[in-house]
Structure formats: structure tokens, C-alpha cells
């Protein structure tokens, strides 16, 4: 996750309470970069309202979800190894009955709480639901103005619905944001929904690279031309929000290339210290890490590197706890995931920013070549190579 915003203005929302418990990269952050600690995705059922054509979990499908207590039993565990955050995502997490129970124990357990949805199932009633169970932020999933999030959805309604429940969150007192993930389809909407938020009182908006899973495919991405004038273009107006006092940060997801972009946008703005502060956010991030401080384990209770890498389980949490997976690893991907850098190869491997990006590396499987070029990398030779 590249926090534009915050690496550009110094200033953060949502990031503020979430990664750095004020203005700076908190103590408990730095802590946590330097272990294998990994941020939860949990799909929690794969039951969805809508019928999203670029869903990366495929969902609709009926399968053998964890139970009730198998879930609180996964959370026992989480709470032993201080997982930072549970990020309740699916499918549709609200289609899940005893969700709130299990947010509540949760978060009981000392383990925070985050939702991803697509936000049509939020009424008031379900607003204050979450803030009473604990849930500390929620990303709702909207993907373009009306006509573009319905079709992309595949239901009518969808985006008023979303944009209603994402409001009924923020009035309850969740902190919210946006999720909008891009694609030659939606490119042309960015603007307007930045607008939105800004206008609605908004938080955040992360804008999320495709990564060809499930039912999202390469046909569907954007080129590295429109990558990068994308950037540069969110770059001026987290600026501008900035200057015009909004409270809306920008954010990045899923192309650790971005943030090395941003060092040299700064260095080239004039701007060396917060070039340097940018690198050292990026050095502590580590670039992609799937396999290390992300881990994705999906409804029936496999173990994935991220979200989106359901071809590939290293357990199961059914026959063995994440704490004994992910923290004595034998798994041979998720070794070579945690020591990426010595592995690499092409463009990432000669890059001299490879320690602090390295590429999205299943996006470079996608393409071919785990540990070869990542497609989606827009920087050129003369600002990367040694």
C-alpha cells in the first residue's frame, strides 16, 4: 500500500490511526516490519449479492466455510501472534450470519478489525451493528460512476446502494473508504469518484492495480502509458485536496512500483527530504509482501500468500494453526517469497531499487515468470537500472 498523500503532504486520515498512531511511522509499525507478521485477509464465505466480472475470489459458489468455532478458534490463534489487523473480506462478508459475533471476539481478543464489502447491505441499522462489534474501518468496493460500478457489478442499483452504505458508515463513526480497483473500463471514472468522496467527507480512496485472478484477466488492465500518466495525475491532486483542505488521502495498492515512482517524483519536485523519508517508508514496507506480512486464508480455511493466489495453498488452517505455518515456514514458495530479492531476475532483478519494490510477483507469475519482470512496472531503464 503507497500512502500518496501521506508521503507527499506528511498529512494521513485513516492511515493516521491505522499504520502510524499520529503524524509519523509509529514504533509499533517499525516493530512489526522487521517480523514475518501478516496482515489477515480472511474470506470469510464466498456468498455474494452481486456478480462482479473482475472478482479475483470467483464468488457465487457454495462451499464448506469454516464453522463458528473453527473461525474463533483461527482468532485464538491470530491473538497469539498480535495480528495487526483481520481484514473480514469475501465474497460478501455480511452474507455471513454470525459476522458481528465474530468480529466482537475479536477484537475482545485484542485483534483490530477491518471490513471489505461492497457496501449495498449497509443500512443504518448494519452501520451501527459494525461500530458496536468494533469494526475500525471499512473499505467499501465501488468501481466507477453509476452506469460503469452497475455493469461492472452486475446489478442494477449497485452503486447507489454502496455509495449509501458507504455514508451510513462514515455517519455511524467508522472511519471509510473507497476501494477502486482499475481497468480499461473505469479509468475514465477515477476522477469523479475522487470528487465524491472529497464532497461526501471521505477519508480515504485506494486505488487498487488489477491482478489477473479469478474471473479479472491482462485484457482487462490498463497499459503502463495510462499507468503512469494515472499516477503522476493522483499525485497533483492529492496535492490539490491537500491545498484545498480536504480530508481525503490517496492511496495505492498492488504495485510496489508506485512508490518507488513517488521517491523520484519528490527528488524531482526539490523535495530530497521527503524523498528520503518516501525510501525509508518503502525500505520498512519491503515492496510486495505476499508470503511474509500478508496472508490470505479463504473460506474453507486454506492458507494463500495474498488474496488473490488461490492456485497456491501452503496449509490449511483446519489441520494447522497460521502461527505454525506462516511463523516455522517449510513451505518452499513462502521461503523464497521472504528472500525474493536474491531470486530475481530481468528488469526487477537488475533494478537498484529491488530491495525496497521487487515487483508485484504474482503478477509476474501470471505473465510467465514468478521471479522475471513484473508487466505492470511503468518506470524507465535510465531511472531504475544500475
Known sequence: MIAITKMLTGKA???????????????????????????????????????????????????????????????????????????????????????????????????????????????EKVAEELKEAGISYVGVSIDGLKETNDRFRGVKGAFDKALNGLINAKNAGIMTGIRFTVTRYNLKDVSAVIDILAENDIPRFCLYHLVPSGRAGFEQDINNVERRELIDWLIEKALELHENGYATEILTVDNPADGVYLHLKLKEMGEDKKAEEALEFLRLRGGDNSGKRIACIDAEGYIHPNQFWWDYSCGNVRDEPLSEVWLNPKDELLLKLRNKVKYLRGRCGACKFREWCGGFRLRALRAGDLWGDDPSCYLRDEEILC
Not at 84 to 112: I, T
Not at 115 to 120: K, Q, V
Request: charged share 25%; net charge negative; proline share 5%.
Open 13 to 123: 486520515t485513516v492511515s493516521r490511526h491505522l499504520t502510524y498512531k499520529g503524524e509519523d511511522v509509529s514504533r509499533e509499525f517499525v516493530e512489526i516490519s522487521q517480523k514475518p507478521i501478516p496482515v489477515v485477509v480472511w474470506n470469510s464465505t464466498l456468498k455474494c449479492n452481486l456478480k462482479c466480472i473482475h472478482c479475483y475470489a470467483n464468488a457465487g459458489k457454495i462451499v464448506n466455510e469454516l464453522s463458528t468455532e473453527e473461525a474463533k478458534e483461527m482468532i485464538d490463534d491470530f491473538a497469539k501472534m498480535k495480528v495487526p489487523v483481520l481484514l473480514f473480506s469475501g465474497g460478501e462478508p455480511l452474507l455471513r450470519e454470525d459476522m458481528f459475533e465474530l468480529v466482537d471476539y475479536a477484537v475482545k481478543k485484542g485483534v483490530p478489525c477491518s471490513l471489505s464489502t461492497n457496501g449495498t447491505l449497509i443500512t
